[in-house]
């Protein structure tokens, strides 16, 4: 007997809702998802991107790539953001080469902004891999 009196209590007839309060509602909403849509982009966007810099498959360079997204990520530009990603479907042996000083960085990296921000903070946050290049020389 009480559940059906709170099944009857529970459903509200739409005539109960006055149309101008549910327009600025549906206004309102339209317009947080329009801008949720065009932040969600962005941010969906470099969480792909930080999780392919943390998930490589090497160990060193899933650190190495994970920490710099990590710190510089959240700052980038969007054309910063198409070097990184860019950056990300090189292989991982050649990368962690040019990183470690082991090979030339070709020249259509040594240019591209976010590929010296990432051998710069590589040499200033993580010096054993400059060890490792000096032993290797």
């Given amino acids: 007997m009480k559940t059906a009196m709170l099944q009857k209590a529970m459903v509200v007839p739409l005539r109960a809702f006055r149309p101008s309060s549910g327009m600025v509602f549906l206004r309102a909403d339209l317009q947080r998802r329009c801008f949720v849509a065009n932040t ?3 941010e969906g966007r470099r969480k792909k991107l930080l999780y392919r810099s943390k998930q490589r498959g090497w160990l060193e360079l ?16 969007e054309q910063q ?7 990300l ?6 990368l962690f080469k ?4 082991q ?6 990296w040594a240019n591209h902004d976010v590929y010296r921000l990432l051998a710069a903070y590589v040499r200033d946050e993580h010096p054993h891999i400059a060890k490792a290049r000096e ?3």
């Avoid at 899933?62 to 530009?77: C, I, P, Q, R, W």
């Avoid at 040019?98 to 000083?101: D, I, P, Q, R, T």
């Avoid at 090979?103 to 259509?108: C, N």
């Fill in 62 to 77: 899933d650190v190495l790539m994970g920490s710099f997204a990590d710190k510089y990520l959240g700052s980038f530009s």
């Fill in 81 to 87: 953001l198409d070097q990184f990603d860019k950056l």
């Fill in 40 to 42: 969600g982009e962005w």
């Fill in 98 to 101: 040019w990183l470690s000083g």
């Fill in 89 to 94: 479907d090189c292989e991982n042996p050649n």
């Fill in 103 to 108: 090979e030339e960085v070709p020249v259509e």
């Fill in 135 to 137: 032993q290797g020389k």
